[in-house]
């Protein structure tokens, strides 16, 4: 028989990644922190249920699916009072999507083996529209039995699934990734406004550097929403700040330098600083203009 799959927070990516496990057939339950959000999913998507609790989502399920925001939230639908370990039973697999730290997933699996669950972290890197499509990629760490297990769910939600090695190693390579983007991001926004400044043709200045080696996915996704300011939320700046400063955790751990994640890390605090923690991270620019004293295409 199929697994039962739970699946516990639909927000922007989880959301439209378990939209796609319930039109590719998946038995699904669903459980998220507004109890509304829930319903109106499961109205949306035939035969959906709906837990009230973590726990409720564990008895009824063989496979766990997380989808939250950081280490703290994980920490509190697996091991809290109204946790997914109220409701454990043999055989329970749980698999948090979620970008929240090596460390921190370590320390989570350690409270879940106590109770004989096994964890594997699969992260996902791509925004919502990649979300939206099944095309994600999602690099995940854990025991390979338990792996290939959830290998058939993770390759509904996603194109290119990647087993990393050991748990904790998907938020590693999630990490680095990010760390990377970020720092595209603002070398972007910084690239743009000298251009400006210049008097240079933007739109010609995008168009040569997509042809060339200053091409990156950021010039691609984030140069007209840095041009338009328009920070409509595909991935909040406040969670590209969590995972930056995660890599940053990361680098002095293991004692080597990252300097352009540190100054994306600065550039984002500010962002956040502004008020844009819960617009898109492009809101970058604007913590860049502030240190420019000139905004884009004034
Ligand atoms: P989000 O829109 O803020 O969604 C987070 C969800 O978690 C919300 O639906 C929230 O429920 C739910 N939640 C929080 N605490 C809960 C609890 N105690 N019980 C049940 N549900 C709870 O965030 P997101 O953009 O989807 O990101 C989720 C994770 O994916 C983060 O770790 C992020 O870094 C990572 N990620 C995001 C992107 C992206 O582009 N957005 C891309 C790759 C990875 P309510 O809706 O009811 O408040």
């Keep these: 028989m199929a697994d039962r799959v739970g699946f516990i927070g639909l927000g922007i990516m989880g959301s439209r990644m378990a939209a796609n496990l319930a039109r590719a057939g998946v038995p699904l339950t669903v459980h998220t922190r507004t109890r509304e959000k829930a319903e109106a999913f499961a109205a949306e998507h035939d035969g959906v249920a709906v837990a009230v609790s973590p726990a409720d989502l564990a008895s009824g399920s063989d496979v766990v699916l997380t989808m939250v925001v950081d280490a703290a939230q994980v920490e509190q639908v697996l091991l809290g009072a109204q946790g997914v370990v109220r409701g454990d039973h043999d055989g329970l697999l749980c698999v948090d999507l979620s970008t929240i730290g090596a460390r921190q997933v370590r320390r989570i699996a350690t409270g879940l083996s106590a109770r004989g669950v096994a964890l594997v972290d699969a992260p996902v890197t791509g925004s919502a529209p990649k979300a939206e499509d099944g095309s994600l990629t999602i690099v995940a760490g854990g025991q390979r039995a338990d792996f290939d297990r959830a290998r058939p769910l993770l390759e509904i939600m996603g ?48 168009q040569v550097m997509g042809a060339g080696s200053g091409a990156s996915a950021m010039l691609a996704l984030k140069a007209e929403s840095m041009r338009e300011h328009d920070f409509s939320t595909l991935f909040k700046a406040a969670h590209m700040l969590k995972d930056v400063a995660l890599c940053l955790d990361e680098a002095q751990s293991a004692g080597m330098p990252f ?35 000139r905004r884009l295409g004034a």
């Design 259 to 293: 300097e352009a994640a540190a100054h994306a890390r600065s550039i984002l605090t500010a962002t956040v600083g502004r008020g844009h923690g819960e617009s898109d991270f492009a809101a970058l620019v604007e913590a860049v203009e502030g240190l420019a004293g």
């Design 159 to 206: 194109d290119l699934v990647v087993h990393a090695g050991a748990l904790g190693h998907g938020q590693l390579l999630k990490l680095v990734n990010n760390a990377v983007a970020a720092a595209n991001a603002v070398t972007l926004a910084e690239a743009l406004l000298v251009a400006d400044a210049a008097g240079a043709d933007l739109d010609a200045l995008e």
